[in-house]
């Protein structure tokens, strides 16, 4: 009997196409940061984060069912082994809060300036996480 063949990805196919969707999350957001849309560009730096952070953990064979899950786990296994810095973890926190204002609380929009930051930390995100990624032999 032959054996059936997964259709289910890799960890490794997993980890590509959620890096892929952290840099199209970063488009999204840099071209609804030129257009004004400061919420939308919020919410897209902060998937980058998310989509990043998930590229991250799979490589650890962990996997999170919930956005703040993902948050806890990046910080469990990243931040507190030194991997990546305080500051890194503060930005991600700070991404997923306006995010959550932007689409949830209809009376608070990202201003500006708030989203300028968190698609500027999104790149700093994405760019080392894709150097880490390429550093094991993901990419």
């Not at 289910?8 to 969707?21: F, R």
């Not at 990043?52 to 064979?61: C, I, M």
């Not at 968190?118 to 996480?129: D, G, K, L």
């Amino acid at each position: 009997m032959l054996a059936m063949k997964s259709t289910e990805p890799t960890n490794s196919e997993s980890v590509l196409i959620y890096l892929d969707g952290a840099r199209e999350a970063l488009r999204g957001a840099e071209y609804n940061l030129d257009g004004g849309f400061y919420g939308i560009a919020v919410n897209r730096g902060y998937y980058a984060f998310f989509y990043a952070a998930t590229a991250l953990l799979l490589t650890l064979d962990i996997t999170r069912s919930k956005h703040s899950g993902v948050l806890a786990a990046f910080r469990q296994y990243f931040v507190k082994s030194g991997d990546f810095s305080a500051q890194t973890s503060r930005h991600y926190g700070e991404a997923f809060e306006l995010r959550s204002m932007a689409d949830y609380e209809m009376l608070g929009e990202a201003s500006e300036a708030q989203a300028r930051a968190v698609v500027e930390w999104a790149h700093r995100f994405v760019e080392r996480c894709e150097a880490d990624l390429t550093e094991e032999g993901y990419l």
